[in-house]
């Protein structure tokens, strides 16, 4: 893959033939050899089975409320009970993390980055507002708010102000609209598909580039202003063709849309385009019926496209934390349609270079009727926020957090990065 240096000389050739030549490429140059570090936020909309993502398989309790549903111990003979068996049969063996909990079997995929240390588990996490409204939470936890919500998102805030040398993609949302989270002051683009950015006519973009810099609103010129950058930096590097490395090519393709998108950004990142804040999201977690059978898919889907992108960034993993979050858990008790209904509390992944992996953090709360959150969820015991905050802090380097998450006081770190 091109070097900064070749990409921000290559890239102001290619600018210079078009007759146009964005201005941060030239004081990027000047910046060359500095680090960037980047922060990716993966978003599991429908509310996320934290219970069988990563199952408490030491507790009773776990395997009387869930008779089928539940993830069968990872160790021991071949399951007695149908159901189990059938659960084996579509997800894998279930992988002992540390004794007490266990990896669904169908995230195989991450293991190597368990065993690498590269891979955290935080349990019991959520808000602490109360909604099961997929709408309402959602909301809440991409403003980065409990029970309110603000106008921008929380990691448009967490992003610095803009220096002279910021990319007009340090901010991608990838898909077809700036998510919730990335929307605020700072610019954001979203990003559905690199290869469908094309200029055009020639002619009819100069007009358009020409209006937007001319119009009397700053903010829509700015606007306007970074999009075309954005456009012709990733036509520039749309010029190299792209292969991934390291062999991951396979499960990115076994990743569904996430791993395509995530395949895109590690394109952006590794042609050195200034990314410091990414997006993604995966759906279908949702599961009233049929449980089994539909996270044993998607949780193949979402562990491939993951370790995919960290199989293929390499060494430049070392400068990259990938944070997983969902807007509530499911109910701990299985219901009558072999699913799980609209919950509390979940838990978030975080992978990387910098983190602490290979441990399962967080207080784990139980899963007895007066331990439940009321008497029917696993209960939260660390902040969605906190978690983040840390993450804010010590990998992105902000240190003010009260612009981030207003009127909240983060809980003492967990200790998630290596110092």
Sequence with gaps: MLSRRIFLRNSSLVMAGMGAFPSWLARAASADGKKRKTLVVIFQRGAADGLNIVAPFAEKRYRELRPTLGIAPPAGPAPTNVNNAINVALNGQAIDLDGKFALNGAMQPLKALWDKQQFAIVEATGSPDSSRSHFDAQDYMESGTSGKTLGDGWLNRALPDPGPDASPLRAVSMGNQVSRTLRGAHEAIALGDSQQFNMGNQDASSILE??????????????????????????????????????????????????????????????????????????????????????????????????????????????????????????????????????????????????????????????????????????????????????????????????????????????????
Excluded at 217 to 234: H, N, P, Q, Y
Excluded at 243 to 260: F, S
Aim: one cysteine or more; hydrophobic letters at 35%; proline letters at 5%.
């Design 210 to 419: 020409s209006m937007y810099a001319a119009t009397p609103d700053a903010s829509l010129g700015r606007t306007g202003k970074d999009a075309f950058e954005a456009m012709k930096v990733i036509q520039s590097i749309n010029r190299s063709p792209y292969t991934p490395q390291n062999g991951a090519q396979p499960q990115y393709a076994q990743g569904g849309e996430l791993g395509r998108n995530l395949q895109q950004l590690a394109k952006l990142i590794k042609a050195e385009a200034g990314i410091q804040a990414a997006f993604a999201e995966i759906g279908g977690w949702d599961v009233h019926q049929n449980e089994t059978a539909q996270m044993a898919n998607l949780l193949r889907q979402f562990s491939s496209a993951m370790a995919a992108f960290c199989t293929d960034m390499g060494d430049k993993m070392e400068d990259i934390v990938l944070v997983t979050m969902s807007e509530f858990g499911r109910t701990a008790e299985e219901n009558g349609n072999a699913g799980t209904d609209h919950g509390h509390g979940s838990l978030m992944m975080v992978l990387g270079g910098p983190v602490k992996g290979g441990k399962v953090y967080g207080q784990w709360p139980g899963l007895e009727k007066e331990q439940l959150f009321e008497g029917r969820d696993l209960a939260v015991t660390t902040d969605f926020r906190s978690v983040l905050s840390e993450l804010i802090r010590g990998h992105l380097g902000q240190s003010d957090l009260g612009p981030v998450f207003p009127g909240f006081k983060p809980s003492d770190p967990l200790g998630l990065l290596r110092t």
